[in-house]
Every structure is written in structure tokens, then in C-alpha cells.
């Protein structure tokens, strides 16, 4: 069965060249993308995770607000009941929030600029639920 990764942006960032370079490498990988565009809200995100039954959700940010949006998410995630979906973050993020989004926050993995597609893709690949 394909895994199913459902990806966008939250806020007002509009840089979506990396998250475009990523949802293609995952489609050639065999996985389904849906992909929600710039500009959404957490909530908008939370419910098509939940609509899709997503086994993983990635989301990109490049203008910072990802340790109080990703605090926002994993809380309405969990209070949907979808703590056994992969949650993502790729972008511009500081190394110093890093060991925060993933011990404190949840967050299944984070990924910087330069990561090898690949890398995205057998992460996925490995750690499907």
C-alpha cells in the first residue's frame, strides 16, 4: 500500500520551491501527495491529515513561527487522535530549536536546506507506522 503524505505551508510564508522539490521526490518514490498549497492554518492541516487517514504530514517554513505553529499542531493533532502519523519540518531552522520540536514538541523529524531527497524519502520509507 502507498504511504500517503499530506504537505503544505502554514502562515503567510510563501516560499514553496523546497516543499515542490520534496512532494516530487516522494511521488517518484511511489508515495501519494496531497498537497495543500501556501497560506494554511494549522486546523486546515490537522483535518486533511485526519480526511486523507495521512501516514505522514510535512510541513515547510522559511520566516520562523515554526516552534509556536508546531506546539499548535501537535496538541490539535493529538486532541484529533492522529498521534500515530509522522509529522515532518523541513525549512530554515535554527539547530538550536531542533532538539525542541523533536523531544519536546513531538515532531517526528526534522530536515534543513541541503538534505539529500532521498534522505526524506528513506526516513519515510523506514519509519511508516
Known amino acids: 500500500m502507498k504511504l500517503k503524505v499530506v504537505t503544505g505551508k ?41 480526511q486523507e487517514d495521512a501516514d505522514a504530514v510535512g ?15 501537535m496538541n490539535r493533532m493529538r486532541e484529533r487522535g492522529l498521534d500515530n502519523v509522522l509529522v515532518l519540518v523541513g525549512g530554515v ?11 519536546d514538541i513531538g515532531i517526528s523529524q526534522v530536515f534543513l536546506p541541503g538534505t539529500p531527497l532521498k534522505d526524506i524519502v528513506n526516513f519515510l520509507q523506514s519509519h511508516k507506522k
Do not use: W
Request: glycine share 10%.
Open 59 to 73: 510541513l515547510s517554513f522559511l520566516c520562523g513561527g515554526h516552534l509556536q505553529i508546531m506546539q499548535r499542531f
Open 10 to 50: 502554514i502562515g503567510l510564508d510563501d516560499h514553496y520551491r523546497g516543499i515542490l522539490s520534496v512532494n516530487k521526490a516522494l511521488t517518484d518514490a511511489g508515495m501519494e501527495v496531497v498537497y495543500l498549497g501556501t497560506g494554511q492554518r494549522v486546523d486546515s492541516m490537522v483535518e486533511a491529515a485526519l
Open 93 to 103: 531552522i535554527p539547530d538550536q530549536d531542533i532538539p525542541t520540536l523533536i523531544n
